[in-house]
């Protein structure tokens, strides 16, 4: 169904961004499996190598938009699978502090090994300059969004959960 009202750029914009996520995700399942991983896992251990401190899930969560819940059965996978451990937080004594093994180091180099070569396809077909306003775009996008979201959410409006496992 096409639109012609002035919201139907980003509505088209909100439609691209699912498509590629589902693609996004069914990729990085093909092209970590062989490693042991799951897109889910390969997510919450590149929250973690590519933040400079360690993260409790609460923040894992926010920062990748999906629910505690869903992280906490991550990390609780990958606890189980040795790739991440728990370490005291300073500063909360229940929200323990989620770090990477010298395993799940070595896991998350893979999968950054294992995706590569789509990194490269993705990074020729479209350049840098591209990618880099793009993620420009996303980043307002998604402030928009959580500057929209926050007096309903500060009101307790319902949420709907987001599964990443």
């Not at 390969?42 to 929250?47: R, T």
């Not at 990390?75 to 606890?79: E, K, M």
């Given at each position: 169904m096409?639109?012609?009202?002035?919201?139907?750029?980003?509505r088209d914009l909100a439609l691209a961004v699912f498509e590629t996520n589902g693609r996004l995700v069914d990729a990085g399942n093909a092209l970590v499996r062989p490693i042991g991983l799951t897109t889910a896992w390969?997510?919450?251990?590149?929250?973690l190598g590519f933040s400079p401190h360690p993260l409790p899930v609460a923040h894992i969560a926010r920062n990748m938009g999906l629910t505690r819940q869903a992280v906490q059965r991550v990390?609780?996978?990958?606890?189980a699978n040795g790739l991440v451990s728990q370490q005291p937080n300073?500063?909360?004594?229940?929200?323990?502090?989620?770090?990477?093994?010298?395993?799940g180091w070595a896991a998350l180099a893979g999968a950054e090994t294992?995706?590569?070569p789509l990194d490269q396809a993705i990074l020729d077909r479209i350049g840098t300059d591209r990618i880099v306003a793009a993620i420009?775009?996303?980043?307002e996008m998604n402030a928009a969004i959580a500057?929209?979201?926050?007096p309903m959410t500060d009101a307790a409006a319902p949420s709907t959960p987001k599964d990443i496992a």
């Open positions: 096409s639109d012609q009202t002035s919201s139907a750029p980003v390969w997510q919450v251990l590149g929250a990390v609780d996978l990958l606890i300073p500063h909360h004594q229940r929200a323990k502090l989620i770090v990477l093994t010298a395993v294992a995706v590569a420009a775009v996303l980043r500057d929209s979201l926050s």
